[in-house]
């Protein structure tokens, strides 16, 4: 029952997620290290505010503890970043995170990070699993109070370190001079602590809604699009904010408000900070997208005398690519992106920070720069649907859309198609449409780009009755 996807390990809470299967999955980690001979250096576990999540890490240094590896506890919840920030400082081979990240309420899971700080790629999430299968036995444990008292398990606090990492990197003079008022949404996840830190430290007046510990997320899924940030667009409005800031349950990824209460998805942050990055800080080199964010960054590097490389579904591949292309920013339509010199993974608080200085650097509105930005190259519309489907109709649409490659009769000129991760067509007025599958959850995931809003729209309902969903 346990297979990664694009974002680690997810299942259902009391379904798949269950203290077994957690435990099966430490110890088939504990043996990849023993195997790799790296048990000596330990692992950091870190989680989130999810149902589960403390009880989780414990279950996980549990099972390390009898196995003789040293795990090192963050002590409170915390963004995902902060753990990835201590793998890759501390130059250990693994680390862990009991999150689902931006699913819903009743899903939790495990992000697994190896050298580097990286998300665990196919090939080491391939070999997990062959380790998950190799297990028979039920998996002995060392009990949490032992494995503390024999120094097995200890309980370590990371936030300063990653805190100050972020405060030498930004201006922090300008920010201060700068005045601004900020509004942080964290849904309900863990950022407030370290983006308040950041900012107030930056002498920036920041505010917090929707700050409390709530693992149901208020009803709502924890992801800042449009629908789940109509609060922090009221409050930006009404109080007359600089910028509204949202991140998602484990904080890597991030959404905005600007001052005129509009929302800028995950597709216009990447936009804005490649932008700002070679435009204000002066750095060169390429930007990293998946097939299903904007191709606006494109036309950025293009006028910039630069390339964009297109990469599968999952930041594992963004990474990587970023790695191999010195490229300077990658981002996913998702919401997640990361900075050369930073991480190798998305860090929404990062982002955040970064934001706000570009915001202070520039002296404009962030309406303004965003403007400016689409007049300079272009404005582009995606149209983003997820349709949900029976898990035994999974292979129907596979077939058609992988395996016999069916297109529906689509009203614009088709340049090319490809079928790196699910289909993606490309069109010749610059438009594009992609249909494939979510790696976390039983979704039918369409995302359109075109000229028009319109144009858009028209197209994934198109595909919508194509594949009757």
Same mark, same amino acid.
């Given at each position: 029952?346990?297979?990664?996807?694009?974002?680690?390990?997810?299942? /259902?809470?009391?379904?798949?997620?269950?203290?077994?299967?957690?435990?099966?999955?430490?110890?088939? =980690?504990?043996?990849?290290?023993?195997?790799?001979?790296?048990?000596?250096?330990?692992?950091?576990?870190?989680?989130?505010?999810?149902?589960?999540?403390?009880?989780?890490?414990?279950?996980?240094?549990?099972?390390?503890?009898?196995?003789?590896?040293?795990?090192?506890?963050?002590?409170?919840?915390?963004?995902?970043?902060?753990? #990835?920030?201590?793998?890759?400082?501390?130059?250990?081979?693994?680390?862990?995170?009991?999150?689902?990240?931006?699913?819903?309420?009743?899903?939790?899971?495990?992000?697994?990070?190896?050298?580097?700080?990286?998300?665990?790629?196919?090939?080491?999430?391939?070999?997990?699993?062959?380790?998950?299968?190799?297990?028979?036995?039920?998996?002995?444990?060392?009990?949490?109070?032992?494995? +503390?008292?024999?120094?097995?398990?200890?309980?370590?606090?990371?936030?300063?370190?990653?805190?100050?990492?972020? =405060?030498?990197?930004?201006?922090?003079?300008?920010?201060?001079?700068?005045?601004?008022?900020?509004?942080?949404?964290? #849904?309900?996840?863990?950022?407030? &602590?370290?983006?308040? &830190?950041?900012?107030?430290?930056?002498?920036?007046? %920041?505010?917090? %809604?929707?700050?409390?510990?709530?693992?149901?997320?208020?009803?709502?899924?924890?992801?800042?699009?449009?629908?789940?940030?109509?609060?922090?667009?009221?409050?930006?409005?009404?109080?007359?904010?600089? =910028?509204?800031?949202?991140?998602?349950?484990?904080?890597?990824?991030?959404?905005?408000?600007?001052?005129?209460?509009?929302?800028?998805?995950?597709?216009?942050?990447?936009?804005?900070?490649?932008?700002?990055?070679?435009?204000?800080?002066? #750095?060169?080199?390429?930007?990293?997208?998946? =097939?299903?964010?904007?191709?606006?960054?494109?036309?950025?590097?293009?006028?910039?005398?630069?390339?964009?490389?297109?990469?599968?579904?999952?930041?594992?591949?963004?990474?990587?690519?970023?790695?191999?292309?010195?490229?300077?920013?990658?981002?996913?339509?998702?919401?997640?992106?990361?900075?050369?010199?930073?991480?190798?993974?998305?860090?929404? /608080?990062?982002?955040?920070?970064?934001?706000?200085?570009?915001?202070? +650097? &520039?002296?404009?509105?962030?309406?303004?720069?965003?403007?400016? %930005?689409?007049?300079?190259?272009?404005?582009?519309?995606?149209?983003?649907?997820?349709?949900?489907?029976?898990?035994?109709?999974?292979?129907?649409?596979?077939?058609?859309?992988?395996?016999?490659?069916?297109?529906?009769?689509?009203?614009?000129?088709?340049?090319?198609?490809?079928?790196?991760?699910?289909?993606?067509?490309?069109?010749?007025?610059?438009?594009?449409?992609?249909?494939?599958?979510?790696?976390?959850?039983?979704?039918?995931?369409?995302?359109?780009?075109?000229?028009?809003?319109?144009?858009?729209?028209?197209?994934?309902?198109?595909?919508?009755?194509?594949?009757? +969903?």
């Amino acid at each position: 029952m346990i297979k990664f996807g694009t974002g680690g390990w997810r299942a /259902v809470i009391g379904d798949g997620f269950t203290r077994q299967n957690i435990q099966i999955l430490a110890k088939a =980690l504990a043996d990849k290290m023993h195997a790799e001979n790296v048990g000596d250096e330990g692992i950091i576990i870190g989680y989130d505010r999810r149902f589960l999540a403390t009880e989780s890490l414990q279950w996980c240094a549990e099972v390390f503890a009898h196995e003789g590896i040293r795990t090192l506890a963050v002590s409170k919840s915390c963004p995902t970043p902060v753990v #990835m920030y201590y793998v890759q400082k501390h130059q250990m081979h693994y680390g862990m995170m009991i999150t689902a990240s931006h699913n819903p309420a009743v899903y939790n899971g495990v992000k697994v990070f190896t050298y580097g700080g990286r998300d665990a790629d196919l090939e080491q999430t391939a070999d997990i699993e062959r380790y998950i299968s190799a297990i028979r036995e039920p998996v002995e444990i060392k009990e949490y109070e032992q494995g +503390v008292r024999e120094g097995l398990i200890v309980q370590i606090n990371p936030f300063n370190d990653y805190i100050d990492s972020i =405060l030498d990197d930004i201006d922090t003079k300008k920010i201060r001079d700068a005045g601004l008022n900020v509004v942080l949404d964290p #849904m309900y996840g863990v950022s407030e &602590t370290c983006i308040k &830190t950041i900012l107030i430290t930056a002498r920036c007046g %920041i505010e917090t %809604i929707h700050g409390y510990h709530d693992p149901l997320f208020g009803g709502h899924l924890p992801a800042p699009n449009a629908e789940g940030l109509r609060d922090l667009i009221s409050y930006v409005i009404s109080h007359g904010c600089d =910028l509204g800031i949202a991140t998602d349950g484990d904080a890597d990824r991030i959404g905005i408000v600007d001052d005129t209460g509009r929302y800028l998805s995950p597709n216009d942050v990447l936009v804005l900070l490649y932008y700002y990055l070679v435009r204000f800080r002066g #750095m060169k080199g390429p930007v990293v997208r998946n =097939l299903c964010t904007t191709h606006m960054v494109d036309r950025i590097a293009a006028k910039y005398g630069q390339r964009a490389y297109e990469v599968p579904v999952g930041f594992k591949w963004i990474s990587a690519k970023m790695e191999e292309t010195n490229a300077i920013i990658g981002g996913e339509s998702s919401g997640g992106l990361s900075v050369s010199g930073r991480i190798k993974g998305k860090d929404g /608080v990062y982002a955040a920070a970064l934001l706000v200085e570009m915001l202070a +650097v &520039t002296g404009k509105k962030m309406s303004q720069i965003y403007d400016e %930005i689409s007049s300079e190259i272009g404005r582009s519309y995606i149209a983003e649907h997820n349709f949900r489907f029976r898990e035994e109709h999974k292979q129907l649409f596979v077939n058609r859309i992988m395996e016999e490659m069916e297109v529906p009769d689509l009203p614009f000129e088709i340049n090319q198609i490809s079928y790196m991760d699910g289909c993606k067509v490309y069109f010749e007025n610059g438009g594009w449409v992609s249909v494939r599958f979510s790696g976390t959850e039983p979704l039918l995931r369409v995302f359109c780009e075109m000229p028009e809003k319109e144009q858009a729209e028209q197209v994934c309902e198109i595909y919508r009755k194509f594949l009757g +969903v």
